[in-house]
């Protein structure tokens, strides 16, 4: 039997890779036992009650979960990051997707470099506990030989995403940028809503939309500083799958300033909607599409000579360059 265990997946990317990926093993391995933070609870009402344990995303609740189910699974993937605390029988796949816990580099406050450190320090102590890692991205597979010494023969590259077929919009509002992303440091709002005000100021025909939550209530503030200046800018707070699918099929541009990213994922729905992306000239973004302009992310007048060059010109189309391979994944894990 198969176990995939989410624990602490709960939102952001993470949750909408898991809603592709568990009605899609349920499918092709019914038997399949889910164990879930129980914030996910209403999420799965599909799932057979005696195949789903809801738990607090907590090490030791999970712990206790491996302790008493220690010789009941054949196939574990850990979709989380994190191994089990224990080595179990039962042969044991991690999917890694925060490349966050190699490094977390200067766009980070003190505390929060030392929460991602600490994060860090325990799954490099687990790492004795899985046979394989699953990683998105040839990007992330040598970021966990360099900063992990992890062993490629044990770092297998399935990337997964729910595919969409959309035809572009002839009526994309052009002068609307967004950026699909919560506030986390290596996001790098500050310097984006910098460079739009610069943008701005020459073409006050823009507008720039964000999705930030209330747990950033600084950026907040600084966008509405921004809008007390005169400054098109608005945050959408967070968004439903819904308004993220009129958002890709109407909008203009795509600004995608982040600095880290295991995959990436406004950047490949982008695209296949046809958006055009201007994204961070970094490895990250070069793996999984070919962007219709790029940008240096911690130079402010870099973005917003990108903002400016999307107005007076016709940027290339964005392209994916990555496939969807759902299938070898949920093939790998049965073996």
């Not at 738990?55 to 189910?69: A, G, M, Q, T, V």
């Not at 073409?203 to 600084?218: D, F, G, K, R």
């Not at 995959?263 to 055009?276: H, V």
Request: aromatic share 14%.
């Amino acid at each position: 039997m198969i176990l995939l265990d989410a624990v602490f997946i709960n939102n952001s990317g993470g949750k909408v890779l898991l809603d592709y990926l568990v009605p899609q093993l349920f499918e092709k391995h019914p038997d399949t036992f889910f164990l879930l933070d129980q914030r996910v609870k209403n999420s799965y009402d599909f799932l057979p009650p005696n195949q789903v344990k809801f738990i607090p995303n907590s090490l030791i609740e999970r712990h206790e979960f491996y302790k008493n189910n220690f010789n009941k699974f054949t196939s574990i993937l850990c979709f989380g990051n994190v191994p089990p605390a224990i080595r179990l029988k039962a042969k044991v796949f991690t999917y890694l997707h925060n490349s966050v816990l190699f490094y977390t580099g200067p766009d980070f406050p003190f505390k929060v470099a030392i929460g991602y450190k600490v994060k860090s320090i325990i799954v490099r102590f687990l790492k004795k506990n899985t046979d394989f890692w699953c990683v998105q991205t040839p990007f992330m597979k040598r970021e966990m030989e360099k900063h992990w010494k992890i062993n490629p023969d044990k770092i297998i590259v399935i990337p997964f995403f729910n595919t969409f077929s959309y035809p572009d919009s002839e009526k994309r509002s052009l002068h609307e940028y967004y950026y699909i992303s919560d506030g986390h440091p290596n996001k790098m709002h500050n310097n984006l809503l910098e460079a739009f005000k610069k943008a701005y100021l020459k073409n006050p025909m823009i507008s720039l939309n964000l999705t930030i939550s209330a747990q950033y209530p600084e950026l907040i503030k600084k966008v509405e500083t921004l809008q007390s200046e005169g400054v098109s800018v608005k945050n959408l707070g967070w968004c439903t799958s819904d308004q993220l699918k009129s958002i890709y099929s109407k909008g203009g541009y795509l600004l995608f300033p982040s600095t880290q990213e295991s995959f990436g994922l406004g950047l490949i729905e982008a695209a296949q909607y046809g958006m055009k992306v201007i994204a961070s000239d970094l490895p990250f973004v070069h793996e999984v599409i070919e962007p219709s302009y790029t940008f240096d992310p911690w130079n402010i007048d870099s973005i917003a000579e990108a903002i400016e060059t999307s107005i007076d010109t016709s940027l290339p189309t964005t392209k994916l360059k990555i496939e969807n391979e759902i299938l070898k994944l949920l093939e790998v894990i049965n073996k």
